[in-house]
């Protein structure tokens, strides 16, 4: 059974880069087949996807977001990372990792999520 | 970009029937799926790829899709059921989420 696990800061100051960390466990992030996401939501508010990277490295991002966000692998950790840079009030949501098979397959696994918010 | 246009509530009595819309251009030539979110969890997958269960969901989950709108269809509805759901499909190589819709059960 795969689990995802968000890690991170609970503040991040306006301007700063906010960063979050997916611990994978059941599985190789490397070895398998599959797309590690983030999507955030902020509070009262629906699911926004962020973007996904491919377990040999390859990223595709939301457009509205790609100018400030970075997704990377640590494969030696087991772990996959989200940089979003310039933050600020809007980026306040829970951030949720997750995996995806590929195009047009659902996400079948999500982290539990975690509250990043924005203020000085 | 493409967008995904759900209400943003629906009301259901106990053991009736609740349909929640889906709607986008030409949304039938795509796949659909849909996720069920309660307070301060993360969302669940109940139908994936138009009508499919995964294994869990209960069989009074349901879904179709065509033309420019997806259904989600509960069969008697419980007061467990009573949740935000999402839907969501693929365009562009980019996962687009509707707006969610609020389900009470009452």
């Known amino acids: 059974q795969v689990q995802l696990q968000e890690s991170g800061p609970g503040l991040v100051r306006p301007s700063e880069t906010l960063s979050l960390t997916c611990t994978v466990s059941?599985?190789?992030?490397?070895?398998?087949?599959?797309?590690w996401g983030w999507i955030r939501q902020p509070p009262g508010k629906g699911l926004e996807w962020i973007g996904r990277?491919?377990?040999?490295?390859?990223?595709y991002y939301n457009p509205s977001l790609k100018s400030r966000v970075t997704i990377s692998l640590d494969t030696s950790k087991n772990q996959f990372s989200l940089k979003v840079s310039s933050v600020t009030a809007a980026d306040t949501a829970v951030y949720y990792c997750a995996r995806v098979y590929d195009v047009d397959y659902p996400i079948d696994y999500w982290g539990q999520g975690t509250l990043v918010t924005v203020s000085s | 970009s493409y967008e995904l246009t759900q209400p943003p509530s629906v009301s259901v009595s106990p053991g009736q029937t609740a349909s929640i819309t889906c709607s986008g251009d030409?949304?039938?030539?795509?796949?659909a799926c849909w996720y069920q979110q309660k307070p301060g969890q993360s969302p669940v997958l109940v139908i994936y790829?138009?009508?499919n269960r995964p294994s869990g969901i209960p069989e009074r989950f349901s879904g179709s899709n065509s033309g420019n709108t997806a259904t989600l269809t509960i069969s008697g509805t419980q007061p467990m059921d009573e949740a935000d759901y999402y839907c969501?499909?693929?365009?562009?190589?980019?996962?687009?989420f509707g707006g969610g819709t609020k389900l009470t059960v009452l």
């Open positions: 990277i491919y377990s040999r490295g390859s990223t």
């Open positions: 790829q138009d009508s």
């Open positions: 059941g599985g190789s992030i490397s070895s398998s087949r599959y797309y």
């Open positions: 030409k949304l039938g030539n795509k796949y």
């Open positions: 969501q499909a693929w365009d562009s190589s980019t996962v687009v």
